[in-house]
């Protein structure tokens, strides 16, 4: 594939007088193209919902999500990994974020890592991969041969396979079972893959993460119930998700809080339940970590 036939390396028609613009023209044009976004990820919600049935089917039998990519792509899937752990308190290993270049890329280019099909495979060979979990390359150009290599080496291991590129007919939609193919136009800036594709891929791992954990059981009606309480910040927000979720006062949210060891979940069910806390771990567990099930574990 050309870069010169990418959508995302084409020239914005919009944009051509950019450096002429005045500060409120310039941000009133981004904030103009910005709007593409939604819109171009809207027609591609059913591939993203097969996505995440295989995420979950992962998740299911003890499988890993990882997430891998090169500079910006690379970046947006460490970022969603690493906000997995505090949001959902999932162990580091269950959702993993793979750049090209390893640690030192997240913060300054790492020369001809992305180049490299044979670094894709490696990395996923460093983490033993296996066909329970499921691989998500994520390419704005739909090319990087880091993600190729990746994807191509998943499908010989038998792990699932995910690709989400800004451009149609990507190549790393070949080496996927589920190719999410975004196409929001071309960048104010040219080639700025950072501005419009770099919003697509946020919003699409949004999706991916957060719709996967209330699939497993990670929230109950809107609520963050297995958020970690790692500081005094997210201690009270942790107590105001019991509040709002069990409809009690402050003295009681933060008496089942501290007598479920900071475990929200479980301070959750002992309010709903009227139980203690080992009754309480004991309903969760036989609910598979769902709230509303281990209240109608109780009731029935």
């Not at 979990?133 to 739909?142: E, F, L």
């Not at 919003?203 to 500081?231: A, E, F, H, R, W």
Request: one cysteine or more; proline letters at 2%.
């Amino acid at each position: 594939m050309k870069l010169d036939k990418l959508t995302t390396e084409t020239r914005n028609e919009a944009s051509m007088t950019l450096d002429q613009m005045s500060v409120q023209e310039a941000i009133a044009l981004m904030n103009q193209e910005d709007r593409r976004v939604p819109e171009a990820i809207e027609q591609v919600l059913p591939q993203i919902e097969a996505a995440i049935k295989l995420i979950v089917k992962s998740f299911n039998q003890d499988g890993r999500l990882i997430y891998m990519g090169a500079g910006t792509s690379g970046r947006l899937g460490v970022l969603d990994a690493a906000e997995c752990v505090p949001t959902f308190s999932t162990p580091p290993e269950m959702v993993v974020g793979l750049i090209a270049g390893g640690e030192k890329a997240m913060l300054s280019a790492v020369e001809g890592a992305e180049d490299s099909a044979e670094f894709g495979r490696d990395d996923l060979k460093e983490l033993k991969l296996t066909d329970k979990d499921i691989v998500v390359g994520i390419a704005a150009s739909g090319r990087t041969p880091y993600v190729k290599g990746g994807l191509a080496y998943a499908q010989e291991v038998g792990a699932s396979t995910v690709s989400v590129a800004c451009n149609k007919g990507a190549e790393i939609s070949e080496c996927s079972q589920v190719a999410i193919e975004v196409d929001a136009g071309a960048e104010v800036l040219t080639g700025s893959t950072r501005l419009k594709a770099g919003t697509a891929q946020k919003l699409i791992l949004n999706m991916l993460s957060t719709v996967s954990m209330v699939q497993i059981g990670k929230v109950y009606k809107n609520l963050m119930v297995d958020v970690q309480p790692t500081n005094e910040k997210l201690e009270e927000r942790s107590k105001r998700i019991i509040m709002q979720a069990t409809e009690c006062d402050y003295e009681v949210a933060e008496k089942a809080f501290h007598e479920a060891d900071k475990n929200v979940k479980v301070a959750i069910v002992m309010v709903l339940t009227n139980n203690d806390s080992n009754s309480a771990i004991d309903l969760l567990i036989q609910s598979d970590g769902f709230i509303q099930e281990a209240i109608k574990e109780e009731r029935d």
